[in-house]
């Protein structure tokens, strides 16, 4: 079965410090891998994709994300975290799968960023 | 700004009522999809159309019935909800149902609420 697992329901980290928000996948083939963010009353934003190369990939609003193939994982990380960082973060590999592009959203991990 | 319009944001309706949700986008996608999302919950998939063809059905109850009047166009018509079906209904977007690599595009939804 395909799964993520994004294993932190809540990341709280103060105005400044560094974030990573968790994430870990057991998809079949090399699907690509997306993050969402959804700020409150909106719909999903795409921040960043990995497709191939370099394992570390940079996208919207300074946040990246570090690809890792033996570990299957695709951690969100950002060096400074702001308050209006303060959002809902959903991890989801996409792959053609069905007759469709389909995106396999982790539960999501609500982050906190306190002044 | 996001670039898939969902009107209307807000509805309300009782159990016997029809109504219809819209969704429109102007960036030449070819599939176009309907999610629905329970608070703090991932989205779930309801409806996939490529051009202009519903291709995939999520065993969604026939209560509600898609349409793709072009292919700018994507409508939710609703008739005879249950409150369980209180959510929010977002549409979202993409080149191609087979371009796996390029991310959805998702609008602010329309929040509906069953009385």
């Known amino acids: 079965a395909q799964s993520v697992a994004q294993p932190e329901d809540q990341v709280n980290v103060a105005e400044g410090n560094p974030l990573t928000v968790k994430c870990t996948y057991s998809?079949?083939?090399?699907?690509?891998l997306f993050w969402y963010v959804q700020y409150p009353n909106r719909g999903l934003q795409f921040l960043l994709k990995?497709?191939?190369?370099?394992?570390l990939v940079k996208g919207s609003y300074g946040f990246e994300a570090e690809f890792n193939k033996s570990q299957t994982s695709f951690h969100l990380k950002k060096p400074s975290a702001l308050v209006s960082d303060s959002a809902l973060y959903f991890c989801?590999?996409?792959?053609?799968?069905?007759?469709?592009?389909?995106?396999?959203f982790g539960a999501g991990t609500r982050l906190a960023v306190h002044p | 700004d996001t670039e898939v319009t969902q009107t209307p944001k807000h509805l309300v309706m009782g159990m016997t009522n029809k109504k219809s949700l819209k969704c429109e986008q102007h960036?030449?996608?070819?599939?176009m999809y309907w999610y629905k999302q329970k608070a703090k919950k991932p989205p779930e998939l309801m409806f996939v159309?490529?051009?202009?063809?519903?291709?995939i059905n999520e065993s969604v109850p026939s209560r509600f019935s898609p349409e793709c009047p072009n292919s700018s166009l994507l409508n939710l018509h609703l008739h005879a909800l249950q409150p369980e079906d209180s959510a929010l209904y977002l549409c979202?977007?993409?080149?191609?149902?087979?371009?796996?690599?390029?991310?959805?595009?998702f609008g602010d939804g329309t929040r509906l609420s069953i009385l």
């Open positions: 979202a977007s993409s080149q191609d149902r087979a371009e796996s690599n390029q991310p959805q595009h």
């Open positions: 998809v079949s083939g090399n699907p690509y």
């Open positions: 990995y497709i191939t190369g370099d394992n």
């Open positions: 989801a590999p996409q792959m053609f799968s069905g007759g469709y592009n389909k995106l396999i």
């Open positions: 960036m030449g996608h070819r599939a």
């Open positions: 159309y490529s051009y202009e063809k519903l291709s």
